[in-house]
């Protein structure tokens, strides 16, 4: 995947977070994001962690570790 360039993603040392809304307040341009937030409106999730050490949830798309910022 390439960097997202539709939502703001804030990348730390152990994840990456970014929020949703509830209601989702945005779609993402990028597909496999815009999939993500679908699954996290219906799931009645506002944020969103990347967490590189995590379990991969079946069904969801899962990208390379962003490095951290700077």
Do not use: K, N
Request: with cysteine.
């Amino acid at each position: 995947m390439t960097p997202c360039r539709s939502m703001p993603i804030r990348p730390y040392a152990a994840a990456s977070y970014t929020h949703v809304g509830t209601p989702r307040y945005r779609i993402p341009t990028e597909p496999d994001l815009a999939a993500i937030f679908e699954a996290a409106e219906q799931a009645g999730v506002a944020w969103l962690m990347f967490d590189r050490e995590a379990a991969v949830i079946e069904g969801l798309p899962a990208f390379d570790a962003l490095p951290p910022a700077t």
